[in-house]
């Protein structure tokens, strides 16, 4: 069965022919990520291609459209999302300069790609006037970060998840999202 990864490198379609056994490619999408010509060519779903924008987040990781990211600053947290052609606070829903956000100390938490619905989980806490979560990564396997605690916020049900999610599947309510051992912000 194949699987999905993601793959880092430059946008091609018209492939060079694999040095393994010379076999010719057709045209279409695909990364290469470099290295001995052709060996490392990744065939793509082209819905899911992120470009870099130019801009590296506090820990070096290029930022790319479709990303989200986590912005700690003056005790205040927000989350922006990189757009075709704007960068949306989702906490105060205005728009940003790619200037701007050069500027601001960043840290890319996941995208939405993986995480479709991370904006509606975060507006329902703005918008109810409840706590935003806390969230310095979406995925907390390959992280020290400890496992979620996911609270919901319509029947009180609470479990464990090494990924975020919106909402719980059985009844619909949003997720409080926590960690299971607290995680604390920079200036707490
Ligand atoms: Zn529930």
Sequence with gaps: MPYSIWVQGEYITEPPIRPTDDLKRPIGHYIDTGGYL???????????????????????????????????????????????????????????????????????????????????????????KRKIPYLPTLDVLETPYPYFKLTCSKCGRAFLSCKYMARHKKCGGYLAMDFATRVHKKWE
């Design 38 to 128: 052709g060996a490392n060519v990744y065939a793509i779903d082209v819905e899911t291609l992120c470009e870099y924008i130019g801009i590296s987040d506090h820990d070096k990781c290029m930022v790319c459209k479709n990303d989200i990211l986590l912005c700690e600053m003056n005790q205040k947290i927000s989350y922006f999302i990189i757009q075709d052609k704007e960068i949306i606070d989702i906490i105060s829903d205005e728009i940003l300069e790619l200037e701007k956000l050069s500027t601001l100390d960043v840290k890319v938490i996941g995208n939405t790609i993986d995480f479709p619905d991370f904006e509606q989980g975060v507006r329902y806490f703005v918008d109810a």
